[in-house]
């Protein structure tokens, strides 16, 4: 095995992280890891370092974090670096001019079956859509986004009550593992991909960016498109509400299907521990908000000190 093959590691958030990290502790020769720039953020505005750039640090790796990724002086730099190897996780999209530089190209771990969930947001939309499982899956890049041909996948279960958050931890762990099978087999010379085109599917689901608008509960759906909906946008950007005037954030909640004696989007609550909210075919009850300029806290707690209007 060519442990010696050169590395360089694209990403930015904390998923990205267990990838890197698996790299570094099986040996491979890491020669430069290429995350966003710091950017200013809290309420002091300090400059914030990238999970990925804290890891790269601690760990003595190069790093380049360039604005722009046509910059002639970002790419002088990265061909210094001789990479035989490219990995993107978490990253945003590469010019040709990067993707293609590496003799062995460039792969990227995906957080989903592909074809299927291609797109920015494949964990939240996965649970929003009700799936039983997701997964994830390494491929070669080119020139479509997330269509390249497949090189290893995974298969992850999504419980019924499972959060974007929770299936985002998983597949971290599993993108990991995935990841080093497929460098591994890169470095020994016998790993060969599958194109999407050759692998039989239905209509391809997909994995669009999520807007503010998509985040709004319609309270006329089926309760479990709005519990889905729930699930698969918390802990961020979190599912939204108007509640007594005011936009309510809810990032928990359980259903009880049954015929609602309130219209759809209408509220019952004993005003010490439940609200429930009205759809179709039952109620779904809140477990913990966040209401419009208070914190996030949990039924009882916004409860105690909410007046109705």
């Not at 007594?244 to 989007?265: F, V």
Request: glycine content about 8%.
């Amino acid at each position: 095995m060519k442990k010696d093959l050169r590395i360089v590691f694209m990403g930015t958030p904390d998923f990205a992280v267990a990838s890197l990290d698996i790299l570094v502790q099986h040996g491979f020769n890491v020669v430069g890891v290429i995350t966003a720039p710091d950017k200013p953020a809290g309420r002091g505005l300090q400059l914030q370092e990238s999970a990925v750039k804290r890891y790269a640090v601690n760990k003595g790796l190069p790093i380049l974090q360039p604005e722009k990724l046509k910059n002639p002086e970002f790419l002088a730099a990265l061909q210094a670096l001789r990479a035989d190897l490219q990995v993107v996780v978490a990253f945003r999209m590469l010019p040709e001019i990067v993707w293609n530089m590496p003799p062995e190209g460039t792969i990227n771990v995906h957080a989903s079956l592909l074809p299927h969930y291609r797109g920015a947001a494949p964990i939240n939309w996965a649970i929003i859509n009700g799936e039983k499982a997701s997964g994830v899956t390494t491929f070669k890049l080119q020139h479509e986004i997330d269509t390249g041909d497949i090189l290893f996948s995974d298969e992850v279960p999504i419980r019924e009550d499972e959060t974007a958050g929770e299936l985002h931890d998983a597949l971290m762990q599993t993108g990991a593992t995935l990841l080093l099978k497929t460098v591994q087999a890169i470095a020994n010379g016998d790993l060969k991909g599958t194109p999407q085109a050759d692998i039989p599917t239905e209509a391809i689901k997909h994995a669009p960016k999520i807007f503010k608008e998509t985040c709004q509960i319609n309270w006329h759906t089926p309760l479990d498109n709005i519990y889905n909906l729930v699930r698969g946008l918390s802990p961020y950007p979190a599912a939204w509400t108007v509640f007594q005037g005011k936009t309510l954030k809810i990032y928990k909640a359980h259903k009880e299907h049954t015929t609602p004696g309130k219209a759809p989007g209408d509220f019952d609550t004993d005003q010490k521990t439940y609200i429930k909210i009205a759809a179709p075919d039952g109620y779904l009850y809140l477990d913990e908000i966040q209401l419009e300029g208070k914190k996030k806290m949990d039924i009882t707690a916004f409860l105690r000190g909410y007046r109705f209007v």
